[in-house]
């Protein structure tokens, strides 16, 4: 029976294979570090938290990704912050990135 990757290894494998395939080593560098750079302001450390709230859960990857967003949504809105939702999902795949070992602090 197909078993199918959970959303967030499959964006972060995407990441990585986006980035090697698609850009210039200088290039996916520099994207890595604004990744990094996004993961180090607040909106970044509530996706890192986000992130590792769900990880374990016992979902699919889909409602990971739900559920992930869900918490980032509502952390950035206790803290004042008015963020688009896709800028939510990019702090999320960053740090999905993160968390998978394809950029910045382990």
């Known amino acids: 029976m197909w078993n199918p990757f959970s959303i967030f290894k499959s964006a972060a494998i995407w990441?990585?294979?986006?980035?090697?395939?698609a850009f210039t080593s200088d290039t996916a560098k520099a994207v890595a570090l604004a990744g990094v750079a996004i993961l180090k302001d607040e909106v970044g450390k509530l996706a890192l938290t986000a992130v590792l709230q769900v990880k374990d859960l016992t979902v699919g990857g889909a409602a990971k990704r739900v559920a992930a967003f869900d918490i980032l949504k509502a952390a950035a809105q206790?803290?004042?912050?008015?963020?688009?939702?896709r800028l939510l999902n990019l702090a999320i795949e960053f740090a999905v990135g993160q968390l998978k070992g394809d950029f910045g602090e382990q």
Do not use: H, W
């Not at 990441?15 to 395939?21: C, D, F, M």
């Not at 206790?78 to 939702?85: A, Q, S």
């Open 15 to 21: 990441i990585g294979r986006t980035l090697k395939a």
């Open 78 to 85: 206790r803290t004042g912050k008015d963020v688009p939702d």
